[in-house]
C-alpha cells in the first residue's frame, strides 16, 4: 500500500501541475509595453480604428490634465494629440462607429475653493482628424458615469452630483451630495437625448461593457463620488436591456468590490480590471483582473495584473486587453503614485 501511495502522490501533483499551466494558457498572460509618456490617475480608454486612446487625467488640487494619447499597437508607440475641448475628468468615454464619445465629468470651479463641478457638456472625437466637435447637452449635470453603444444609440448611465434642490453647484467629500441613477440616450443620428428606465441601484465610478445589445454595469461606488469622503465599492451586476428600457436583475456577484476600475468588452465578457476600495481599517488598491460571461452569466476570475492600481485606462485591441497608467495606491492619502505602466492581457481560448 504504501509502495501503491508514493507512486501515486507524485502523478496526482504532476497532474494538477499540468491541470493549472492548462488553464492559466487557456486563459492567457500578460504582456508588457511601451510606457504611458505622462504617468497620471482618472485616466479613460477606448478603442478606434485599430488603436488606443486614452483621455483626461487629474493632476493634484483636481486640475484637469486633458490629456489625449494614441498608441498604436504595430509600432507600440505612444503620441500626444490635440487635448480634450473641455478641461474635465472622470467624463464618460465610449466609441461609436469609429468616433468617441465623451459625456459630462467635471470641471474645475471658475472661483472659491476646489471642488468637483458636474457639467452636461457632450463632444464628438475624430480620430483621423484629431478633432472635437460639440453635441447637443446631456439633460442632467453629472460625472463619474459610464457610457456604452448599443443598437446604434449611446447610453450614458449612473455618475454623481449635488443633491436635489441644492444651492451648491459643485460637490466636496466634505458635503453631501449623491449617487444617481439617471440613464439617457443618446441618437447621434439625430444629435438628441431622451430619458430612460433609471438603473435599479445608483452609483459612480462604475464598469460598464455592452455584449449582443445588453448593457452591462458592474461594481463601482455608492453614496458619494469620493472614496475617501463615505462612497464606497459594489460588487453588483446588472443587466439593462435597450430594446425593452428595462433593468434584469444579475445574481452573481462581481469577486472583489472596487470602484474606479478599467473594464473592456472581448467577446461575450465584460472584463473589469483594477480599482480601489476603502473601510474603517483598510484602504486598497488591487491587481484582480475578472470578467463577467453574458451567456452563461457567471463571474471569471483571471490571473491578475501585474501592478495594483486604480484611476486606470482600459480597452480592448484585437485580442488585447490594455490597462494603462494609474495610481498605485487608494486615493485620500494626500500622495499620487502614479506609475507608467502599460500591460496587456493577451487572451488565449477566446471566450465563447
Do not use: C
Not at 464618460?92 to 467635471?106: L, Q, R, T, V
Not at 452569466?297 to 486606470?312: D, F, N
Amino acid at each position: 500500500m504504501k509502495k501503491l501511495f508514493r507512486s501515486v502522490v507524485p502523478l496526482l501533483f504532476t497532474l494538477i501541475a499540468v491541470f493549472t499551466y492548462t488553464s492559466a494558457h487557456a486563459q492567457g498572460r500578460w504582456v508588457k509595453l511601451a510606457p504611458f509618456p505622462e504617468p497620471a490617475e482618472e485616466l479613460l480608454g477606448a478603442a478606434a480604428g485599430g488603436k488606443l486612446y486614452v483621455f483626461a487625467g487629474l493632476a493634484p488640487g483636481w486640475k484637469p490634465k486633458s490629456l489625449v494619447y494614441e498608441y498604436d499597437p504595430a509600432t507600440d508607440k505612444w503620441a500626444k494629440k490635440k487635448p480634450m475641448a473641455l478641461a474635465s475628468h472622470h467624463v464618460a468615454i465610449a466609441e461609436h462607429n469609429g468616433k468617441i464619445y465623451a459625456f459630462g465629468g467635471f470641471v474645475l470651479p471658475a472661483s472659491g475653493p476646489a471642488a468637483w463641478q458636474p457639467v452636461d457638456n457632450a463632444y464628438e472625437y475624430d480620430p483621423a482628424a484629431d478633432s472635437w466637435k460639440a453635441l447637443a447637452p446631456m439633460p442632467t449635470k453629472r460625472g463619474a458615469a459610464g457610457a456604452a453603444s448599443a443598437g446604434g444609440k449611446l447610453y450614458v448611465i449612473g455618475g454623481a452630483t449635488m443633491l436635489q434642490n441644492s444651492k451648491e453647484t459643485s460637490i466636496h467629500p466634505a458635503r453631501s451630495h449623491r449617487s444617481v441613477d439617471t440613464v439617457e440616450e443618446y441618437d447621434p443620428a439625430t444629435n438628441t437625448w431622451r430619458a430612460r428606465a433609471g438603473m435599479p441601484t445608483p452609483r459612480n465610478h462604475l464598469a460598464i461593457g455592452a455584449v449582443n445589445g445588453k448593457i452591462y454595469v458592474l461594481g463601482g461606488r455608492i453614496g458619494g463620488a469620493f472614496i475617501s469622503g463615505g462612497g464606497n465599492g459594489l460588487d453588483v451586476t446588472e443587466e439593462y436591456d435597450p430594446a425593452a428600457d428595462a433593468w434584469n436583475p444579475i445574481r452573481g456577484r462581481m469577486p472583489t468590490a472596487r470602484s474606479a476600475v478599467a473594464y473592456a468588452v472581448h467577446g461575450a465578457r465584460v472584463y473589469v480590471a483594477g480599482g480601489e476600495y476603502q473601510s474603517y481599517n483598510r484602504s486598497s488598491a488591487f491587481r484582480a483582473f475578472e470578467g463577467y460571461d453574458a451567456a452563461t452569466k457567471e463571474w471569471v476570475v483571471m490571473p491578475s495584473m501585474p501592478l495594483q492600481r486604480h484611476g486606470l485606462a482600459g480597452a480592448v485591441l484585437g485580442n488585447r486587453m490594455h490597462v494603462v497608467s494609474g495610481d498605485v495606491q487608494s486615493a485620500g492619502t494626500g500622495l499620487e503614485m502614479h506609475t507608467d505602466s502599460h500591460d496587456a492581457f493577451e487572451f488565449g481560448t477566446a471566450p465563447k
